[in-house]
């Protein structure tokens, strides 16, 4: 099977959850599949077959610029909505359309709503299948930001792009051969909308062998470690109000121990954290591992966003308990308690470390989110799904 990969962002390095996601089932994929990944470059070298040695092709198209006026402008009160509008690149188009002429493919796979803007195109020169991958629910995600940010215009912005989203997205459910998700909450959401579209869950997932090396003596471990990419507008978010809001009452109730965020460009308030209260604020990391053999646990206090969140299918793997607001683990097959601690208020904050303060109850949260890592979540688990099916639909 000759499968084209089109996708807005450059996977390789693999540094946030969208770029592993695309990493891994790209990876999986070329097992039975032959693979011509496109793709959009970013600053420094585009992503090449060095990268990617798994594919027969890889090609890059420099990124077009985003939110210039005309794409604002193109965005508020054309067809398409601005986070489309902002990977729309004649270049794409010019490299996409030779490539079709050169060869055939038996399925297109599209890497998230935002490289819809091709599908036109796509089907004028090809009668090959075209399945989505939904990282998130864009609409979704939109929507949540707009409930919390305290911008008037960014509010309005939100809101106004989530409903177009939501438009582009409805129509793409009836007009795609299928759909990709991350959890079954979202493919109940969609089929809401459209009961009849073809929607399989393939969940994000995590390299358990990656992770799998020994940290710290439990009574070594006094570290509280956030992992996201720091420009992502959730992840800033929620750390700023962990900081804030939560992590003074838990300064006071343990003494010695640190904050620890960690990811690659931090916006500037988030910089503004570093080196006062016993928080650090690493900007980008070579490997994540030794902060998690450091780490009593893991927090994921996000508020906003969307999708299915890798960084807690790392610290599991990692075998480091997980803290989370109820948003942080959505989508996930998790049980609270058990495999996860959730907390939603200050309180619910304080208590879940104290429980992690017991060592064997430590050991039992970190063994069981291990066990589901590896068992479900494991990157082989999904790629092995992933391929069954693209097999049993083109079947």
Known sequence: MRILFLSPRQCWPAHSGAKLREYYLVRALSQDAVITHI?????????????????RQVVSVPRPRSYTPDKILRGLLGRRPLPVVNYTSVAMERTLARLLEEQQFELIHLDSIHMSAYVPLLRRATSAPMVYDWHNIESEAMRRYSSRSTSLLRRGYAALTGARLERLETEALGGMFGHLVCSERERGELLARKPEARIAVIENGVDCAFFAAPGAPFEERRRLVFVGLMDYHANAEAVLFFAREIWPQVRREFRGWSLTIVGANPTPEVRALHGSDDIEVTGTVPD?????????????????GGGTRLKILEAMAAGVPVVSTTLGAEGLAVLPDKEVLIADRAEDWIRHLKTLGDEPLWNEISAAGRNLARTRYDWEVIGARLRQTYHAWLA
């Open 39 to 55: 793709s959009f470059s970013e600053t420094g070298a585009p992503v090449s077959l060095n990268d990617l040695p798994f594919c």
């Open 288 to 304: 994540v591992r030794p902060f998690y053999r450091e780490a009593r646990a893991a927090i994921v206090p996000l508020r906003v």
